[in-house]
């Protein structure tokens, strides 16, 4: 019985303190969250964010801090090309000396979750950038889509001069979530952790299609669009904006979920207002809420990606997909550094983790499925979510709809070469909550998977391989991994890349 060793988490550039770490089922505070730890204390604290992801035993992730940490947070340098904020116990915050392995220099739940709330970026959200976005929401109506395409064309004219987060993916939290595992191995001296894998049965990565429907001709083209998608067995969630658009049928929701696929609510009115003033969007999120309850709708959408998680609250969904994982593009920049998904409060969210079909074809003017590959190969990479909008709006067009085509037939290659999970955004949500939810046991000498839904749940082990951390997966029912083949994070997957 074969274990499967699936990737290399470290890039090895030496430094052996935390990075950052990804959501799998952590609920991220929307306050911030800190070890608490007083300096000179010798207990150990729960790193939360790397034990919620993980879903291994407490005891492989219990550290404690240096000494006290400073009063305000700054960007950190930790490693090649690894950029993050927080807070840190050391004077220079690019130092790359040697750390003791059980005193951290950082709160790594601090920094994750400045990640993955975006709490790093110093958003323009005063009178200048509220005034340009009021003005261009208000001429929209009275603009071409050539028109609109060139302003938007103008305001992601810098996108290169942008080191952090980091274009095309950003994987900063599932880098510091690798190295708090290195830094365990090493201190607690054991081989391996025991931990539940991301995904069920045993599935590399998972993919995930989502359709924005914008106006009523996307709508329309809802019907065909279907047809290609089945075409090439998969299934997408389409988000519905409910005022404004275009006509919201029964019959025409009842079409969507008859055929297998999911319904989610995008926005009110998809005006871009949504979150300009607290008392409009109490007022909003009302109407939104009744919509969703009115859909039989888990799962949400903001028009634009636009976000502030401290509000999600007030959101009566189970899901929320509007965080890019990286987005230089976008009118709101930033990204949550993350391709796994992650609770914000009650609400899990599942990040956007490639490029939106419009940038692609109307920003960057790229027909080709060439950074969409990138993308999905450095996911892979991370065995992470690869989710992807795709507007019915945008690919009406022979040449966008060819372009689409390419990237289905791609995934059809993938299915045979790959274990990949393809899921609708709701599947996504209740496993990723059931997961959040199991444990692992140690009976007999040997861990066990506990908790509803552990059938589906594969038990998987970290462990350094030739100086590099390495994933495998345990052969059931035995629980226990007696060889290995070994597959590099940085080993293109075979399908012409």
Request: hydrophobic share 40%; glycine share 6%.
């Given at each position: 019985m074969t274990t499967r060793v699936l990737k290399y988490l470290k890039d090895g550039d030496g430094l052996k303190?935390?990075?950052?770490?990804?959501?799998?089922?952590?609920?991220?505070?929307?306050?911030?969250?800190?070890?608490?730890?007083p300096a000179g204390e010798d207990d150990p604290v729960l790193i939360r964010a790397a034990h919620?992801?993980?879903?291994?035993?407490?005891?492989?992730?219990?550290?404690?801090?240096?000494?006290?940490?400073?009063?305000?947070?700054?960007?950190?340098?930790?490693?090649?090309?690894?950029i993050c904020s927080g807070r840190s116990a050391k004077s220079d915050h690019k130092e790359r000396a040697s750390i003791d392995l059980k005193a951290l220099p950082i709160d790594p739940d601090e920094v994750i979750d400045n990640l993955l709330l975006e709490r790093y970026s110093k958003r323009r959200s005063g009178t200048w950038e509220n005034l340009l976005k009021r003005i261009y929401y208000f001429v929209r109506p009275l603009t071409s889509r050539w028109m609109r395409k060139q302003i938007q064309r103008f305001h992601a004219s810098n996108w290169e001069n942008a080191e952090f987060p980091k274009w095309p993916v950003d994987t900063t939290?599932?880098?510091?979530?690798?190295?708090?595992?290195?830094?365990?191995?090493?201190?607690?001296?054991?081989?391996?952790?025991?931990?539940?894998?991301?995904?069920p049965n045993g599935a590399r990565s998972c993919v995930a299609m989502t359709h924005d429907v914008e106006e009523e001709a996307g709508r329309n083209f809802c019907e065909q669009l279907m047809d290609i998608d089945d075409s090439y067995r998969i299934k997408a969630s389409f988000q519905i904006v409910p005022e404004g658009r275009y006509a919201v049928s029964r019959e025409f929701l009842s079409r969507l979920r008859d055929r297998g696929f999911e319904v989610c609510v995008q926005d009110l009115n998809h005006d871009g207002r949504l979150f300009d003033r607290r008392d409009e969007f109490l007022r909003r999120v009302e109407l939104i809420n009744r919509y969703g309850r009115d859909y039989g709708a888990k799962g949400y959408r903001s028009a634009v990606l636009y976000r502030k998680p401290e509000w999600y609250e007030d959101l009566d969904f189970s899901f929320d997909m509007s965080f890019p994982n990286v987005a230089p593009f976008d009118p709101q920049r930033g990204g949550?550094?993350?391709?796994?998904?992650y609770f914000i409060g009650n609400v899990l969210e599942i990040p956007l983790t490639t490029i939106q079909d419009y940038t692609?074809?109307?920003?960057?003017?790229?027909?080709?499925?060439?950074?969409?590959?990138?993308?999905?190969?450095?996911?892979?990479?991370k065995n992470g979510l690869i989710s992807f909008i795709v507007h019915p709006d945008y690919i009406i067009d022979s040449k966008a709809q060819s372009v689409y085509r390419d990237l289905l037939a791609y995934f059809e290659e993938l299915r045979g070469q790959e274990a990949l999970w393809f899921a609708l955004p709701g599947e996504i949500d209740r496993w990723w909550r059931a997961r959040s939810r199991m444990s692992i046991a140690e009976r007999d000498g040997s861990w066990e998977i506990v908790g509803e839904g552990a059938e589906r749940a594969v038990l998987a082990f970290a462990r350094e391989v030739d100086g590099k951390l390495v994933y495998e997966l345990a052969d059931p029912?035995?629980?226990?991994?007696?060889?290995?083949?070994?597959?590099?994070?940085?080993?293109?997957?075979?399908?012409?890349?």
């Open positions: 303190s935390p990075r950052t770490i990804s959501g799998e089922g952590q609920r991220v505070p929307v306050t911030s969250s800190s070890i608490a730890n919620d992801r993980y879903r291994c035993p407490e005891r492989f992730l219990d550290f404690r801090l240096q000494s006290e940490l400073p009063r305000d947070p700054k960007y950190l340098g930790l490693g090649a090309g690894t939290v599932e880098t510091i979530c690798e190295n708090l595992l290195s830094l365990s191995l090493e201190a607690k001296r054991v081989d391996r952790i025991p931990f539940i894998w991301f995904w949550c550094c993350t391709v796994m998904p692609l074809f109307h920003i960057l003017d790229d027909y080709s499925t060439d950074l969409w590959k990138k993308q999905i190969e450095m996911i892979l990479a029912p035995t629980g226990k991994s007696q060889g290995a083949a070994l597959f590099s994070a940085d080993k293109p997957i075979n399908a012409g890349l």
